[in-house]
């Protein structure tokens, strides 16, 4: 069936604009989808009901809202809409106090309006209701990066976090919406339509914008009630909810255990993945050795593509190694009341359980604590203790604590080890107590002292977190009945990750002070702080009432747990009390064990009568170790024989064996040697040399021997040899190698002869062949030689053990050629080693990355890593044996950022710079793994993929294809119209628009556009008249001929044009005359065909203003217009003037002779 996301259809809706052709595009797309090889993916399954409803989402969607104090202020917002969702409350003190995970939990967190003061207690008043409700950085930067940076939704009143305040609320949240913007859903808690305003946003983020988180159910999971053993496995199966198509996603299941029983779920914790490709899958793992007690788990469900994830978590029973805790109490003073060895305190009945866990109390006082020497003395708790406890009593902080006691408690504290402090412990200042524990112990200041003089005593408690501690080995209720008790003096470090409050104390109903029950910063009881665990009890130091004993129990218990443990010593040989030949080494064998799967490496020293004779560094857990160990004791005497194990932690352990070394008074000394020591490879040959040696036989024995040789006739010698040897040479063998071989053999007869008062013997040596079958510690401690002595006295000399550990040898590892992981996810790459063959005995495992931690984040211990950049680095696994074969592989990691993302056509002007139409999901920050490619280059367009913009750089269209990994590893094209157009110019300025200028001259003309960005500025310019100007280039001309013309300007098209008038003139130099001009009595001629202008073509003078003279006009008569005419024979000088625009005066003269007329004489009158 085809199914559509909200994505889908919100993208129909908003290209549609009536339901007619929503209905007709969403027909077209369903008919498609059928005839398509690829039908469009689900992204939820979601119900929209009518366009002002809420989306409805199966799975419902889960939304958790904090608020100052009071109730729900989202329920009659929200009215019946609310029924969509599974909805909780509550206040922010609570909040803060929890140690649960947000991410996988919820869909939506809503931090509604309230004062939520961060003011700090003042007075003694109990009621803290309306102080100290500020949120945590911590709580507030998992909201942020956990929820916010995954864009997972979040409401705000912006109100509240707007608000001039400096609390960390308004610091975080204050102006987040500048960043995230999509996710943070605002209302304005002063609007008149605040209930809308909300409802409003909600409704379209989660139409448009809301990204599905995966959801699953777990159709089969471990029984609670089951108690598990090594060896056998947790299953799961899950059904996937979300989405409907699991193809359409990159998911994941990953199994987590708490190891470390710390309440929470490190990478390296991880021990089972498996990628989900169907709707119903299995997930398993098997349970290796470890404490008895419970198993918390998580398992999860992530899309690798936007790392968001639902989990679910839950506990098993388990039942192995006995949990022996040694607990020593130390108390204020010699006064015992408070003993927890009294059945009135302690029920000893609950301090053990049947192959589950055995609680060892010793108790001594302050002063013995604080002496250097002593079972007792702080010197001796590391290696003697696994848990300290101080209390009970009130005022115990007056009890000093010496600087000697502080620093070997801080050693024990820092090696990982458990302590409790208890009531009024951390108490008045300027003491050692105070000034060394407090922050120690998860306090901090102000200091409120509300607990100064008990003013406000209860019996009562409420439960704040749930956990080991609440739950094993008694199962406790929400409130937990206490011995009378008060408030403790220093305020709760609800910022430090590791304090978890366990328990708050509240009132009694007939206090009139009543205590916020949800305030963990002020009525802390019990909370715990990694390897430190802290109770209010003490006020009443005496009879503790049942509840609270089991508290105390599952305390301890948890405090062990949650600690680092020194490793386990087991002696395999020789046992205590036994008795070693002085012939013979001292053949020891033990095995060393740390339970804490993070303490992989253990170091051993082992100490004969105080003298080290042994010492060894990073031995694997889990290993045997043999010694033979020379006593130097020919004659006999005690030897004490003391192990040492540490951890790289500093806890230490500490075994020791006492023994007897003893000359016996036999004939024969027996002892025996393997050729090879330490580790033995499988089916690997060996040979055990047996020494018989005869002591020289002296005294009144040797003197009541009548002849010269003494006979020991036909010694046997007998082994049996442990299940899984082969014994290889010929003997009498009696059963198998499955079962046990007995090895019989009669040895040769020994015979002493005499050398004087002596007799003496040869020494007689044989050698047993065998192979070990199987990986095992085989302790051959069954070998004997059976004789009569020289007084024919039976007897059985027992050979010296011999331990023969034997381990497979690695011959390849096996691990995938590369990984492709998403930017922000985990991986456990030890979850995808194999080793060949798969028991090998492994001693050191290393793990490298060439990225140098720029890639991935890996720990080279565990092989957990963290992708944090996009690249692609190779990592490397070295891998040493216990032979100390190295083998190394490597395998190639690329990190990606998967993207989801949606391109759209756009169109832009040249010049003008757009963000590029892609819509990137999960982020922004994933668009950087998009490929970007102009089909032209860059000529149309360019493209910064820098800043996610396209800047237009020419008149044209281009196609842009985008590519991206989506999250199921498969390329996803898609490809933009770009379509790029010019702005056209309107106007074109000139200045000047008239330029008046000489011949020869030359001068520039500015032309500018309209609008400035314009695409196309280049204009073209064109003179009239090119013989009167010419253009120069640059808006630069020159005047080269006189008179008027235009220079015309005009964009390429010739759309737009604008005309500057160019008049260009050339100033008169000077005049003249010829000296001399003839003219025919009765004549005319004009002076201007005789006036030479210079130059020629002279501009700057009208003809008008020429002023013509003559001299003696009887003669020659000159005219305004410049004629001459003849009047009698005669001359008459003639001047011309003229002045130029400048009114310069230029003047030129010439003698006009009249002549007469040259066709004929008519006499000599002259009239």
């Known amino acids: 069936m085809l199914k559509f996301g909200n994505h889908s259809l919100s993208f129909i809706r908003s290209i549609t604009h009536d339901k ?34 809420i989306p409805s989402y199966t799975p419902k969607l889960k939304i958790l809202e904090i608020i100052d104090n009071g109730s729900s202020i989202l329920a009659p917002i929200l009215g019946s809409e609310l029924n969509k969702f599974d909805h909780k409350v509550m206040t922010m003190k609570r909040f803060v106090a929890l140690r649960d995970e947000l991410d996988g939990q919820y869909d939506i967190i809503a931090i509604m309006e309230g004062s939520y003061s961060s003011a700090e207690v003042s007075g003694k008043t109990h009621n803290t209701t309306n102080v100290k409700n500020d949120i945590t950085n911590l709580r507030a930067d998992e909201i942020i990066t956990k929820f916010i940076e995954k864009n997972q939704p979040v409401i705000l009143d912006s109100v509240t976090m707007k608000a001039k305040s400096s609390t960390i609320l308004r610091s975080k949240f204050g102006d987040i919406d500048k960043e995230y913007k999509s996710n943070i859903i605002y209302y304005n808690s002063n609007g008149n339509d605040k209930d809308q305003e909300l409802i409003s ?6 139409k448009k914008d809301y990204i599905p988180r995966p959801r699953f159910e777990l159709t089969q999971k471990p029984d609670p009630e089951k108690t598990f053993t090594p060896g056998e496995s947790l299953s799961f199966t899950l059904n996937v909810l979300e989405p409907e198509d699991v193809r359409t996603k990159d998911l994941k299941a990953r199994l987590y255990i708490d190891s470390d029983f710390n309440d929470r779920y490190e990478p390296d914790e991880l021990v089972a993945e498996k990628p989900i490709t169907t709707k119903a899958s299995m997930i398993s793992y098997k349970l290796p050795k470890g404490y008895s007690g419970l198993r918390y788990w998580k398992l999860e469900l992530i899309d690798n593509s936007t790392n968001l994830k639902e989990y679910q978590k839950g506990l098993t029973k388990f039942k192995d190694q006995l949990v022996d805790l040694k607990v020593l109490q130390i108390m204020k003073d010699t006064n015992t009341s408070s003993s927890l060895k009294y059945e009135s305190n302690m029920k000893q009945s609950k301090l053990y359980r049947d192959g589950e866990y055995r609680i060892s109390i010793d108790t001594t006082n302050m002063s013995t604590f604080n002496g250097s020497t002593g079972k007792y003395s702080h010197s001796n708790i590391n290696g003697s203790y696994d848990m300290v406890i101080f209390g009970f009593a009130d005022v115990y902080n007056g009890a000093n604590i010496n600087n000697n006691a502080v620093a070997s408690l801080k050693k024990y504290i820092e090696s990982k080890q458990s302590v409790m402090f208890t009531h009024d412990t951390i108490y008045s200042s300027g003491n050692n107590w105070v000034n060394n524990f407090t922050a120690i112990t998860g306090q901090k200041t102000p200091r409120t002292d509300l607990g100064v003089g008990a003013p406000n005593t209860s019996t009562k408690t409420a ?40 328990y708050n104390i509240i009132s009694e109903d007939r206090s009139s002070d009543k205590r916020d029950v949800n305030d963990s910063w002020n009525h802390y009881y019990t909370y715990s702080k990694g390897n430190i665990t802290y109770s209010g009890t003490g006020h009443t130091s005496t009879g503790f009432p049942i509840e609270e004993q089991e508290l105390f129990v599952n305390t301890m218990y ?9 490793p386990a010593i087991t002696v395999l040989s020789p046992a205590d009390q036994a008795v070693i030949p002085s012939n013979q080494n001292i053949e020891l064998s033990y095995q060393v064990q740390d339970y804490d799967l993070k303490d992989k490496k253990i170091n051993t020293k082992v100490y004969l009568n105080d003298k080290l004779v042994d010492s060894k560094t990073g031995i694997p857990s889990g290993t045997t170790l043999t010694n033979s160990i020379q006593h130097s004791m020919p004659d006999g005497g005690n030897a004490v024989l003391k192990i040492v194990a540490s ?25 025996r040697t393997v050729n090879k020591t330490g580790i033995i490879k499988t089916r690997e040959e060996l040979v055990i040399t047996y020494e018989v040696t005869p002591k020289d036989i002296t005294g009144l024995v040797a003197a009541a021997v009548k002849g010269d040789t003494i006979v020991i006739s036909g010694p046997v010698f007998r082994e049996e040899f442990p299940k899984g040897i082969e014994v290889l040479s010929n003997g009498v063998k009696t059963g198998t190698a499955a079962s046990g071989v007995i090895y019989t053999k009669t040895l040769e007869n020994i015979i002493y002869k005499r050398q004087g008062t002596i007799f003496k013997a040869e020494p007689v040596t044989f050698t047993v062949g065998i192979r070990p079958a199987e990986k095992e510690t085989y302790i051959l401690k069954d070998s004997s030689l059976k004789y009569n002595d020289a007084n024919n006295k039976s007897i059985t000399a027992e050979f010296n053990p011999l331990t023969i550990t034997t381990d497979i040898e690695l011959r390849n590892l096996i691990f995938p050629e590369s990984f492709v992981l998403n930017k922000g996810n985990t991986k456990n790459f030890a979850l995808d080693l194999q080793m060949d063959p798969g028991n090998a005995g492994i001693k050191d495992v290393q793990w490298s990355d060439e990225s140098s931690g720029s890639i991935i984040k890996l720990d080279r211990e565990t092989g957990t890593a963290e992708a944090v950049r996009e690249g692609s680095t190779y990592i490397r696994v070295r891998v040493t044996d216990v032979f100390g074969t190295v083998k190394e592989i490597r395998s190639l990691v690329t990190v990606r950022i998967p993207v989801e993302f949606k391109a759209e056509d756009i169109t832009l002007h040249v010049d003008e710079t757009k963000p590029l139409p892609i819509k990137v999901l999960p982020n922004d920050e994933a668009r950087n793994s998009l490929e970007l490619v102009p089909e032209d280059g860059q000529s149309v367009v360019k493209i910064n993929k820098t800043d996610f913009t396209v800047t237009g750089l020419k008149e044209g269209e281009t196609i842009l294809t985008v590519s991206g990994v989506n999250s199921e590893g498969v390329k996803d094209t898609q490809k933009i119209t770009i379509t790029v157009k010019e702005v056209p110019v309107t106007k074109i300025n000139v200045d000047p628009d008239k330029i008046d200028m000489n011949k020869y001259e030359t001068a520039e003309i500015k032309a500018s556009v309209e609008p400035s960005n314009a695409t196309n500025r280049q204009l073209n310019w064109e003179v009239a008249d090119s013989t009167i100007v010419e253009y120069l280039g640059d808006g630069k001309i020159k005047g080269i001929g006189t008179g008027s013309t235009k220079v015309i300007i ?38 201007t065909n005789y006036l030479v202008r210079t130059p020629k073509d002279a501009t700057n003078v009208n003809e008008d203003s020429f002023q013509y003279v003559s001299k003696d006009p009887y003669y020659a008569e000159i005219q305004e217009d410049g004629k001459i005419l003849g009047n009698r024979i005669g001359s008459s000088e003639i001047w011309v003037s003229v002045k130029d625009d400048k009114g310069k005066e230029f003047k030129a003269s010439c003698m006009v002779q009249v002549v007469m007329p040259k066709e004929e004489d008519h006499g000599d009158s002259l009239y």
Do not use: M
Request: proline share 5%; net charge neutral.
């Open 201 to 206: 946003h909600l409704r379209n983020f989660l």
């Open 558 to 566: 948890r405090a062990f747990l949650g600690s680092n443990h020194a």
């Open 647 to 671: 951890d790289d932690r500093g806890a230490v352990s500490e075994k020791t064996v006492t023994l007897k070394v003893e000359k016996l008074q036999t004939h024969l000394d027996v002892n």
């Open 1050 to 1087: 005009s964009t390429p098209n010739g759309r737009v044009k604008a005309e500057v008038t160019v008049n260009v003139g050339q100033p008169l130099l000077g005049i003249s005359l010829p000296k001399k001009i003839e003219i025919e009595k009765g004549k005319f001629t004009s002076i």
């Open 463 to 502: 439960k704040v977190n749930e956990g080991l501690i609440t739950n094993y080995p008694f199962r406790l209720d929400d409130n937990v009945q206490i011995a009378t008790t008060h408030n403790q003096y220093y305020t709760l470090d609800l910022e430090d990750p590791e304090v978890i409050p366990w």
């Open 20 to 53: 007619k052709t929503f209905y007709y595009c969403l027909t077209l797309i369903i008919i498609f989808s059928f005839l398509s090889p690829n039908p469009i993916k689900s992204i939820a399954s979601v119900s929209y009901g009518n366009g002002n409803d």
